[in-house]
T-cell receptor, first 114, second 111 residues
């Protein structure tokens, strides 16, 4: 099976702009989670979508939002970008197996805010 | 609240020496614990999960609920083990999937 794919891989934006990142999960996986990775804060959970519904949300401001489509593909949006939003944004596709859910990560989108 | 602590930011060992990466967690229920590894210029990938009780690439980890730990061990480190390692916890207090990660430990295996 193809792995998790994320587009674009790199983005450069300026403060105040908005950005949309895309994630295609592994075929058959219905849940997608998003994480932000920064040198200072490490890996932090943003939100999770399952069957087009947000099921969990981390402690991020409302500028961070997401959605999931009927084919399980997911997008996340960040509005009014701030310098501190510069990070690697990771998407994870979740496999439910024998009662355990395991997350498989994409390569990430590197967002730089100038 | 879920919390994962990896006390060592950097572990430097010689090839062939044992390596142990410490992971301690805080969680009131029964957690699921994972180790993820990130090699240079590669994506974060699952190394092992406690529920499987498996050994991957010579690594093992045992969940100790009494000490709330999930340390990762390998008896003989190899140069290709040099990478960033993350311990992660998934709790059941809410529906769905949410991983809480530790800060990571960078392992450097010297020849």
């Amino acid at each position: 099976k193809a792995g998790v794919t994320q587009t674009p891989r790199y983005l450069i934006k300026t403060r105040g702009q908005q950005v949309t990142l895309s994630c295609s999960p592994i075929s058959g996986h219905r849940s997608v989670s998003w994480y932000q990775q920064t040198p200072g804060q490490g890996l932090q959970f943003l939100f999770e979508y399952f069957s087009e519904t947000q099921r969990n949300k981390g402690n991020f401001p409302g500028r961070f939002s997401g959605r999931q489509f009927s084919n399980s593909r997911s997008e996340m949006n960040v509005s009014t970008l701030e310098l501190g939003d510069s990070a690697l944004y990771l998407c994870a596709s979740v496999r439910s197996d024998l009662g355990t859910d395991t997350q498989y990560f994409g390569p990430g989108t590197r967002l730089t805010v100038l | 609240a879920q919390r994962v602590t990896q006390p060592e930011k950097l572990l430097s060992v010689f090839k062939g020496a044992p390596v142990e990466l410490k992971c301690n967690y805080s969680y009131s229920g029964s957690p699921e614990l994972f180790w993820y590894v990130q090699y240079s210029r590669q994506r974060l990938q699952l190394l092992l999960r406690h529920i499987s009780r498996e050994s991957i690439k010579g690594f093992t980890a045992d969940l100790n609920k009494g000490e709330t730990s999930f340390h990762l061990k390998k008896p003989f480190a190899q140069e290709e083990d040099s990478a960033m390692y993350y311990c992660a916890l998934s709790g059941f207090e809410a529906a769905g999937n949410k991983l809480t990660f530790g800060g990571g430990t960078r392992v450097l295996v010297k020849p």
